[in-house]
């Protein structure tokens, strides 16, 4: 079921007075993003991992060249040599870690209508066995691909960054993840639109 972006976005602007300003500083507004292959997600974000969005973009389309329709089917991920995905700009470790998804991929049902029958710490737990794979990545499968209302990834630099800018905050680490969370407790059930608004707003 789609989520009624509308009504969440009013709901926000009247139980946060500083989520109501942030929302106003978003010039394009937020649409859901659904996606139904998790797998193909999960390759991409590992892809794209400490690298700009240019760089990333590249070698993501070196990657699904290497298949037939350009669709990075599991059993042919892993049927191509490490020395194939080097070639293309991917290191031995994110060689490996797309081998771990294709591999999970085949060994476990991860069509959308399985996952979204989930909680979402039940899908973090399933997804977070892949070595690869972390709580923050399968935390974007969530709120992405998923559209799941209610996700805080509070270890987001991001989202960690907004947040210190729009709500004065001047904690660090431990102290600081206490703060956000305690602000974020008003944005429930709908805490993943009010993130995509942070990622969105101006700060300057």
């Known amino acids: ?40 997600y999960l390759m991409s974000s590992i892809v794209s991992q400490q ?17 037939k329709d350009e669709y990075p089917d599991p059993k042919a991920v892993l049927e191509t040599s490490g020395d194939a995905l080097r070639n293309i700009g991917l290191s031995r470790q994110k060689s490996k870690y797309l081998k771990n998804v294709a591999q999970f991929a085949l060994e476990n049902d991860m069509r959308f209508e399985i996952l979204n ?21 399968v935390q974007m499968v969530l709120m992405f691909p998923m559209d799941r209302p209610d996700v805080f990834p ?23 993840k206490q703060d ?18 942070l990622w969105s707003s101006l700060t300057d």
């Open 154 to 176: 509070v270890d987001d630099l991001g989202i960690q960054t907004k947040m210190k800018h729009w709500y004065g905050l001047t904690t660090e680490k431990k102290e600081l």
């Open 1 to 40: 079921m789609e989520i009624p972006y509308k009504e969440i976005r009013q709901y926000l602007i009247e139980s946060d007075p500083i989520m109501s300003r942030i929302v106003s500083s978003v010039s394009v507004e937020p649409e859901p993003t659904p996606s139904v292959d998790i797998g193909y």
């Open 117 to 137: 029958a989930m909680s979402d710490e039940e899908i973090i737990h399933s997804l977070t066995s892949i070595s690869g794979v972390g709580k923050w990545t």
């Open 51 to 67: 690298l700009s969005t240019k760089v990333a973009d590249i070698i993501w389309k070196r990657f699904t060249e290497l298949f």
């Open 180 to 197: 956000m969370q305690e602000i974020a407790e008003v944005w429930k059930p709908y805490r993943t639109l009010a993130c995509k608004y």
